[in-house]
């Protein structure tokens, strides 16, 4: 029940958060009656429950993770039924394969009421909602959504994540406010410190002889050398973890710094050519691990819990509880890098973007904006990721906690649709206790003070700037890929970094910048 923000924010990279060009669609009226819509009463209440008076269906498509159970079993979904008279009929469609299946539901026309934990793109949101498949929730959200209108107004930057260009909301994020979550930690074996006599590290350089020393000088006291000093999550989702060290940022989605209100692709400069020769330095050493490029999920994880390994990052520390080793690791801040830089990756507030839509066939948008709203407190929060108070979860000075009895049941991710992630709604200090246990929260607080004071998410683009980026990108990033391995890897010399440079610049990597530019200004009037 976590997220790994190392891989969510490299996957930026390559993949286009793009959209097109928006425009609004008719609300529509109730069955069997031959009134317009403006004519016909809603009966929503505003405020309060039940949503409405008389009983309601929604039918929902939505992606189940491997490891849930139905929705309909979810006592979320259950007692919030009673509360809002609100029934939903969800269409569950496994994640192998979902992206085929929600994309047939577009092209054949066969709509559900609302897209639900969908992971809609920018793309596909405003491409169906400017085809008047889905609707604009902006005037809905300002209406029907107190929750959701607060949180946008506390931060803006979720406003301008799901904003088309022409003013359309078409799809609502999963929303982000505690710091915790936002965040990979790193985590060091503490044990291994003591016993060398060694301070924890501070800047990159201090880190290379931690490393070393974990290398060397048998730490594990089993008399071989077997310890695996520096591991992370597969490929590349080392360079985001580091790049704060060497003052590389990832605003708008993508490998960029934001300098004095300037859009700047940093992916040829000589601050990431700096950063890619410390990674191949360490993983030329065999300290950071040689399977980096080939090793997968789970096992990335077991070296977390064996209690054999010197650094990782993580959001949380569940894998060390796992090994029963999570006395061992302590967080630290980040690395000061050689030119005084200390800045911490963070994932954006909004996220998981697409998370919640409502499509042009449903007969009652505003009980549906209602409906998905009281996810957007802590209230309705709660209840979606903790189920029942007494049956699955007690409260410890207000804050929410799985019951030990629930937790050895191993059942967590059977009563949320949290679990697996995508699902719309508020993750705050109030419902992160899960993620968010005190070794977490100490580790945190080592990285406050170095964390940005806005990530932007990826903007939204009109067809046009769309269609350019696109192309761009796709090029630019696969190639970015695929150089930088080789650089870390040691396959590629630093020799040649004058041609990676001269390749990106006839790959227009110079135009990609205007693009961004063009879109942060226009982001920063919408302010």
């Known amino acids: 029940m976590k997220r790994n923000w190392g891989t969510v924010l490299f996957s ?22 031959g009134k317009t819509p403006a004519d016909e009463p809603k009966g929503v209440a505003t405020a309060g429950f039940p949503i409405v008076k008389e009983p309601l269906k929604l039918k929902m498509f939505t992606r189940i993770a491997p490891s849930n159970g139905p929705f309909k079993d979810m006592p979320v979904f259950q007692d919030y039924e009673k509360m809002s008279n609100i029934q939903v009929e969800f269409i569950e469609a496994p994640t192998d394969g979902f992206p085929e299946k929600k994309n047939l539901l577009f092209a054949s026309n066969e709509l559900p009421d609302v897209m639900y934990r969908s992971a ?66 790193k985590w060091i074996n503490q044990a291994w410190l003591k016993k060398l006599n060694l301070k924890e590290p501070e800047t990159t350089d201090e880190l290379y ?48 710094n934001l300098e004095n209100d300037k859009v700047n692709l940093w ?8 950063l890619l020769m410390y990674l191949n330095k360490l993983y030329a050493e065999k300290l950071l691990d040689t399977e980096l490029f080939t090793q997968k999920e789970a096992q990335y994880l077991t070296k977390q819990g064996t209690g054999n390994t010197g650094f990782f990052f993580d959001q949380t520390n569940n894998p060390m509880l796992d090994g029963k080793v ?32 409502i499509t042009s066939v449903n007969k009652n948008p505003e009980a549906t904006m209602r409906w998905v709203d009281y ?18 979860y007690e409260l410890k000075n207000g804050i929410p906690y799985y019951t030990d009895a629930f937790l050895a049941t191993g ?25 968010n ?54 396959a590629l010399s630093f020799d040649k970094w004058g041609e990676f440079q001269n390749t990106l610049k006839k790959m227009k990597m110079d135009e990609l910048q205007k693009l961004y530019q063009v879109a942060y200004d226009n982001l920063k009037q919408q302010k």
């Open 120 to 185: 809609l793109t920018p793309l596909e949101a405003t491409r169906y909602g400017s085809g008047g498949q889905l609707i604009p929730l902006e005037k809905l959200i300002e209406a029907y959504a107190p929750n959701l209108k607060k949180l946008m107004e506390t931060y803006p930057e979720i406003r301008s994540a799901i904003t088309t260009p022409e003013g359309h909301i078409y799809a609502l994020p999963g929303i982000v406010s505690v710091n915790s979550a936002r965040t990979d930690k």
């Open 326 to 357: 999570q006395d061992q690791y302590i967080g630290i801040a980040p690395l000061k890098g050689p030119h005084g830089d200390r800045l911490q990756l963070a994932a954006p507030v909004p996220r998981d973007f697409g998370a919640f839509a």
């Open 209 to 256: 002889e931690v490393l070393k020393a974990f290398r060397d000088k048998d730490p594990n006291g089993n008399g071989k050398q077997d310890e695996l000093p520096m591991t992370a999550r597969n490929g590349l989702s080392i360079v985001p973890i580091m790049a704060g060290s060497f003052g590389l940022d990832f605003q708008l989605g993508y490998n960029i």
């Open 267 to 274: 992916m040829g400069s000589d601050r990431n050519k700096e």
């Open 12 to 33: 930026t990279l390559v993949i286009s958060s793009l959209t097109l060009s928006a425009c609004s669609s008719d609300t529509s009226s109730k069955e069997n009656e």
């Open 375 to 392: 996810f957007y407190g802590d209230e309705g929060s709660t209840m979606l990721r903790f189920g029942r108070l007494g049956e699955n």
């Open 437 to 490: 246990p005190p070794q977490v929260q100490e580790a945190q607080k080592k990285l406050d003070p170095f964390m940005p004071k806005i990530r932007y998410a990826a903007p939204m683009f009109d067809e046009q700037t769309a269609q350019q980026i696109n192309i761009l990108r796709n090029d630019i990033d696969k190639y970015y890929e695929e150089q930088s391995t080789k650089f870390i890897a040691g």
């Open 411 to 435: 059942n967590q991710s059977k009563i949320t649709p949290y679990a697996g992630g995508g699902a719309p709604h508020l993750i705050s200090d109030k419902v992160a206790s899960f993620i």
